[in-house]
């Protein structure tokens, strides 16, 4: 009798599950979210259910963080290598026998629906760096990092071939990051960071040379070339090829300091913004919304960013510490290709803007993210406790 009398209440016995996650990341989190679906609101209400559907998409997101989130770091770690392994598998498959759409070859028919292989790689590859440098914690050598930068090359260089630029660019990152994390030396970086400037100030100073249609790059695809001359003088090809870029910026500028107002934007609403849900979906957020909510949705972002990075420098482990700093930095990579492409000052590619673009698979993966985040900061504070 006394035991039936002494029975926890359900919500007793669910407490555990929430306790431990950390409310400064959960705040900036609902911030966006909320901008989120204001924004998709009005960019698409009269777009078919697409705002229904990314209400829909960040719950389903939500309830991922909450379940990846219950799961320590050292569990986490065990999944790294069969993750990395079934990821690259997947993409092997797909460059055999993969579905090819607009000239790409990115989709697996695995009978029941079709995947998209190079997404999981967004979160295998920092998964499976994080635990190559915890097996070699304390004793770091060249070889070491050698080995990380081919484990990286193999899925980068699989995503390219596809070819996906924007995945691409995002796995490398996400790996870089790691690797940046993990000690490697600044002799090693400054020189790549200034090789890079200089190729890119040369690409700019000699456009009118190799933009010319019978020069072939090396390594870039015929249309990866024409994204790169397009961004650097857009008004070339006002409609064509550079209709997105000078769109992108009309609308934004048009915006001003305060924005047109919410559902009052002229260039979203009378279909000038390509892709105005999903990888233009910042060029509809400032034409109504202006300088001031701008402002208000990198302020999100950046607590986002800075939460992030103080619960990796908290982390208790090697892995969980890389782990959260390139979870953290991706957000950082998304942001700003994403923000750079619609402004015009980086190419056209398909990377969405984290929270306010629509995508389902992207929001999954946004709550995977945030749930290992999520996850290393309960293990921090579960180790303060012991």
């Given at each position: 009798?006394?035991?039936?009398?002494?029975?926890?209440?359900?919500?007793?016995?669910?407490?555990?599950?929430?306790?431990?996650?950390?409310?400064?990341?959960?705040?900036?989190?609902?911030?966006?979210?909320?901008?989120?679906?204001?924004?998709?609101?009005?960019?698409?209400?009269?777009?078919?259910?697409?705002?229904?559907?990314?209400?829909?998409?960040?719950?389903?997101?939500?309830?991922?963080?909450?379940?990846?989130?219950?799961?320590?770091?050292?569990?986490?770690?065990?999944?790294?290598?069969?993750?990395?392994?079934?990821?690259?598998?997947?993409?092997?498959?797909?460059?055999?026998?993969?579905?090819?759409?607009?000239?790409?070859?990115?989709?697996?028919?695995?009978?029941?629906?079709?995947?998209?292989?190079?997404?999981?790689?967004?979160?295998?590859?920092?998964?499976?760096?994080?635990?190559?440098?915890?097996?070699?914690?304390?004793?770091?050598?060249?070889?070491?990092?050698?080995?990380a930068f081919i484990l990286l090359a193999i899925p980068v260089g699989l995503v390219a071939k596809?070819?996906?630029?924007?995945?691409?660019?995002?796995?490398?990152?996400?790996?870089?990051?790691?690797?940046?994390?993990?000690?490697?030396?600044?002799?090693?970086?400054?020189?790549?960071?200034?090789?890079?400037?200089?190729?890119?100030?040369?690409?700019?100073?000699?456009?009118?040379?190799?933009?010319?249609?019978?020069?072939?790059?090396?390594?870039?695809?015929?249309?990866?070339?024409?994204?790169?001359?397009?961004?650097?003088?857009?008004?070339?090809?006002?409609?064509?090829?550079?209709?997105?870029?000078?769109?992108?910026?009309?609308?934004?500028?048009?915006?001003?300091?305060?924005?047109?107002?919410?559902?009052?934007?002229?260039?979203?609403?009378?279909?000038?913004?390509?892709?105005?849900?999903?990888?233009?979906?910042?060029?509809?957020?400032?034409?109504?919304?202006?300088?001031?909510?701008?402002?208000?949705?990198?302020?999100?972002?950046?607590?986002?960013?800075?939460?992030?990075?103080?619960?990796?420098?908290?982390?208790?482990?090697?892995?969980?510490?890389?782990?959260?700093?390139?979870?953290?930095?991706?957000?950082?990579?998304?942001?700003?290709?994403?923000?750079?492409?619609?402004?015009?000052?980086?190419?056209?590619?398909?990377?969405?803007?984290?929270?306010?673009?629509?995508?389902?698979?992207?929001?999954?993966?946004?709550?995977?993210?945030?749930?290992?985040?999520?996850?290393?900061?309960?293990?921090?504070?579960?180790?303060?406790?012991?």
């Open positions: 009798m006394n035991a039936v009398l002494s029975k926890p209440s359900l919500l007793r016995r669910m407490r555990p599950l929430f306790a431990g996650f950390d409310v400064p990341l959960l705040l900036a989190m609902f911030w966006l979210m909320a901008l989120g679906l204001l924004c998709m609101y009005s960019a698409g209400y009269d777009h078919g259910t697409r705002f229904v559907d990314h209400a829909r998409n960040m719950l389903l997101a939500l309830g991922v963080m909450f379940v990846v989130a219950q799961a320590p770091p050292q569990k986490v770690a065990r999944l790294a290598v069969p993750l990395y392994v079934f990821g690259v598998a997947l993409l092997i498959a797909v460059a055999l026998f993969g579905i090819s759409k607009k000239g790409a070859t990115r989709w697996l028919n695995i009978g029941v629906t079709q995947i998209q292989p190079s997404e999981l790689l967004k979160i295998a590859v920092p998964l499976m760096l994080a635990w190559w440098f915890q097996k070699r914690e304390g004793q770091l050598r060249l070889p070491d990092f050698v080995a596809q070819p996906d630029l924007g995945t691409s660019i995002l796995v490398l990152a996400a790996g870089l990051y790691v690797i940046f994390f993990a000690g490697l030396s600044w002799k090693l970086i400054v020189p790549a960071v200034v090789a890079g400037a200089l190729a890119i100030t040369a690409l700019v100073m000699s456009e009118d040379a190799i933009c010319q249609p019978e020069v072939k790059w090396p390594v870039l695809r015929e249309y990866q070339k024409n994204r790169v001359c397009t961004l650097l003088d857009p008004s070339k090809d006002p409609l064509g090829k550079g209709f997105h870029i000078i769109q992108g910026e009309i609308a934004i500028g048009s915006g001003g300091v305060t924005g047109k107002g919410f559902m009052k934007g002229t260039q979203t609403h009378l279909e000038f913004i390509p892709e105005r849900t999903t990888d233009f979906v910042f060029a509809a957020y400032g034409e109504e919304f202006g300088l001031i909510g701008a402002l208000g949705l990198l302020i999100g972002f950046t607590a986002l960013i800075l939460r992030g990075l103080v619960i990796a420098s908290e982390a208790p482990t090697m892995f969980s510490r890389l782990l959260a700093g390139a979870i953290t930095l991706s957000f950082f990579t998304y942001v700003f290709v994403n923000m750079g492409m619609v402004s015009g000052i980086l190419p056209v590619v398909g990377v969405p803007l984290p929270f306010i673009s629509y995508g389902g698979t992207a929001m999954v993966m946004l709550g995977i993210s945030l749930g290992l985040l999520m996850g290393i900061g309960r293990s921090r504070r579960a180790s303060h406790h012991s």
